[in-house]
């Protein structure tokens, strides 16, 4: 059963991060290493742990900076599809590299049927940006 999951969780990253086109859906941004491994990551919208699906609509390729912010709650996509900054999260000078994504669209697949689902996001907006200490 722990292959399975490992594979799955390859599997995940896989299709996200290329469907993303290896770039941060966020800021564009991703380092790349000398043999073309990319730091950008696969986040699950909805958390393995609240039973997030190993879906690519569940899941949004993403810097490593960014994913933390996304997991911490300090960002979310609106239902506009733009990046959302918590005003708390930006008030701290160490945050300030948010500024340049907050407000931005969020950048969208190649394959726009791989876009991250509506009711994906809207649950990540109200459990886990919404309940986050930042104001």
């Given at each position: 059963?722990?292959?399975?999951?490992?594979?799955?969780?390859?599997?995940?990253?896989?299709l996200?991060?290329?469907t993303?086109?290896?770039?941060?859906?966020?800021?564009?941004?991703?380092?790349?290493?000398?043999?073309?491994?990319?730091?950008?990551?696969?986040a699950?919208?909805?958390g393995?742990?609240?039973?997030?699906?190993d879906?690519?609509?569940?899941?949004?390729?993403l810097?490593?900076?960014?994913?933390?912010?996304?997991?911490?709650?300090?960002?979310?996509?609106?239902p506009?599809?733009h990046?959302?900054?918590?005003?708390?999260?930006l008030?701290l000078a160490?945050?300030q590299?948010?500024?340049?994504?907050?407000?931005?669209?969020?950048?969208?697949?190649a394959n726009?049927?791989?876009?991250?689902?509506p009711?994906?996001?809207?649950?990540?907006?109200?459990?886990?940006?919404?309940?986050?200490?930042?104001?």
């Amino acid at each position: 059963q722990a292959f399975q999951r490992i594979a799955r969780s390859r599997a995940f990253r896989s299709l996200v991060c290329s469907t993303y086109d290896q770039r941060c859906a966020m800021c564009g941004g991703g380092l790349v290493n000398a043999v073309g491994r990319s730091e950008v990551e696969a986040a699950h919208i909805i958390g393995r742990g609240a039973k997030g699906a190993d879906d690519v609509r569940n899941g949004l390729a993403l810097c490593r900076a960014h994913h933390w912010a996304f997991d911490q709650g300090m960002v979310c996509v609106n239902p506009n599809h733009h990046v959302e900054v918590k005003l708390g999260a930006l008030a701290l000078a160490n945050n300030q590299s948010l500024q340049a994504i907050n407000g931005k669209p969020l950048r969208a697949p190649a394959n726009v049927s791989f876009s991250a689902h509506p009711d994906a996001l809207a649950w990540h907006r109200t459990h886990v940006f919404g309940t986050t200490e930042f104001t």
